[in-house]
């Protein structure tokens, strides 16, 4: 869905607001790393803007009025021409190279709150992930323990049997 399509509905000005900001902080990895900027796809309470490159794409996700998240994925072309991507989430690559740097988020967001996140996660971007960014996925190994012991996390905490 696009956000043409929900125009009368009350996320409207948010998202387009989402869409604007994001465009603005993250618009370095089109003039430093070749990136497109891909339309905004809208799922459910979901907005997903991403800019990929031949390598890297950056996703940038919210769920209305709750969270931002911002992932690193690795973009790989399968045999048949298609392609698959592992993607990190940032805050992972974030607890290996920069431990105090995390981002603090409240739920049902302020516009000024939403744009400081949003800004946030673009400097981080640029600051830490620059080799990823440019197709050094050297660090992935260790982004995969750590995306695998936060699933296993959210398992233990909802009671699934562990694995």
């Not at 392609?83 to 603090?104: F, K, N, P, Y």
Request: one cysteine or more; charged letters at 25%; proline letters at 3%.
């Amino acid at each position: 869905m696009k956000i043409e399509d929900i125009k009368n509905s009350k996320a409207y000005d948010d998202i387009v607001y989402f869409d604007r900001v994001t465009k603005e902080a993250f618009g370095f990895l089109v003039t430093d790393y070749a990136c497109q900027r891909q339309e905004p796809i809208l799922c459910g309470s979901e907005c997903l803007i991403k800019y990929c490159n031949t390598t890297t794409c950056v996703h940038i996700t919210w769920e209305w009025q709750y969270s931002v998240v911002v992932a690193l994925a690795q973009l790989k072309l399968l045999p048949d021409g298609g392609r698959a991507a592992e993607a990190h989430d940032l805050e992972h690559l974030l607890s290996i190279r920069a431990q105090d740097a995390h981002v603090t988020q409240k739920n049902h967001p302020d516009r000024a709150e939403l744009k400081r996140v949003i800004d946030t996660y673009a400097a981080l971007t640029r600051q830490y992930a620059d080799d990823i960014l440019k197709g050094d996925f050297s660090v992935f190994p260790q982004l995969r323990v750590l995306s695998l012991e936060s699933i296993q996390r959210k398992k233990n905490m909802l009671g699934y049997p562990k694995s």
